[in-house]
């Protein structure tokens, strides 16, 4: 039997969100604190600690990459263990953000990554890297031979779809609100290819708020949601519901990256017009927002933020 529904009263957690990459990951907000400072034994302790759980992996090795210094601090551990793979994805994560922020060369978060890639074979994490550098900066034939090794490796992977499906939402604006479009067959793909808890059947909810970003930047929907008629139609309807009660069932505690689900969920059922959905899945929030998709198409992501979750728990 699945769990009963979540309350839907007003949520105990007042504080404003904190738009975290950690998420609710404290031992992680900890150790990248130390990081920043020089001090990476305790990031070589919490990288050991996750071991082959590849989407901790990926998700810590990704926000450790974002601590001032990280590249550098990481290179330091890795000259007093050279043979420390953990180091060199470090390394390999760090130098693609900041290639990404344009303070590093392309061609070196490259073949920073490559060397990662080269050191652990089985690791998705260095081939995430290079997919987080090529949704921005590649081709989209780099893109899917990059997402494919990353699903070779770990055919779940959270991040990596959430990637692909950003990207694929982006393809032939012009067209409109298209429910054929390639990244509606894409996300109920991959949902269907994954196991009955995978947080994957929560994917065709991102593909249809990363469609309306797509479609709202390139002036083919109202950038107002409530005005879009983007979260209203049939097939819209049950994808909402879907994700829902997939969340009622299965809602996964232990997932590092569940919180971003919620964000898309939440957004979504706001959208849709249903604010006690929404309300159920803002109290899970609490304060870990995600910037996406708060900020589609182009707001400002704690304004909305803020509103929405005023709307939910005051109407709900």
């Not at 404003?16 to 907000?29: G, M, N, Q, T």
């Not at 990554?113 to 900066?137: G, I, M, N, Y």
Request: hydrophobic share 45%; charged share 25%; with cysteine.
């Amino acid at each position: 039997m699945p769990p009963p529904p979540p309350s839907l009263g007003r949520s105990r957690r007042r504080t404003d969100p904190s738009f975290d990459a950690a998420l609710d990951d404290a031992e992680l907000v900890t150790v990248r604190g130390q990081l920043a400072q020089g001090r990476w034994t305790r990031a070589r302790s919490l990288l050991a600690a996750t071991g082959d759980d590849w989407d901790r992996r990926g998700h810590r090795l990704v926000v450790l990459a974002e601590a001032n210094g990280a590249a550098a601090w990481a290179g330091d551990w890795l000259l007093a263990e050279p043979e420390s793979a953990d180091a060199v994805t470090l390394i390999a994560c760090a130098t693609v953000l900041g290639a990404l922020r344009g303070k590093e060369p392309e061609d070196r978060a490259r073949e920073a990554c490559r060397r990662a890639a080269e050191q652990s074979p089985a690791d998705p994490t260095p081939w995430l890297a290079l997919l987080l550098l090529a949704r921005s900066l590649g081709t989209e034939e780099e893109v899917t031979q990059l997402f494919d090794q990353v699903r070779l490796r770990h055919p779940e992977h959270h991040h990596a779809h959430h990637l692909m499906a950003a990207r694929l939402a982006e393809r032939r604006p012009d067209i409109g609100s298209d429910p054929l479009h390639e990244v509606y067959d894409f996300a109920a793909w991959a949902a269907e290819q994954a196991p009955a808890d995978s947080p994957l059947a929560v994917l065709p909810v991102v593909a249809h708020a990363e469609r309306y970003r797509a479609l709202a930047l390139a002036g083919k929907v109202p950038d107002d949601p409530a005005l879009s008629g983007h979260w209203t139609g049939r097939r819209a309807r049950q994808v909402m519901k879907t994700a829902f009660d997939w969340w009622l069932e299965w809602e996964h505690e232990g997932h590092p990256r569940r919180l971003v689900d919620l964000n898309y969920l939440a957004h979504a059922k706001l959208c849709e017009g249903r604010p006690a959905e929404a309300a159920a899945l803002l109290n899970r929030v609490g304060p870990h927002a995600t910037e996406a998709p708060w900020s589609y198409p182009h707001r400002d992501p704690l304004r909305a933020f803020r509103a929405a979750r005023s709307a939910a728990l005051g109407l709900a």
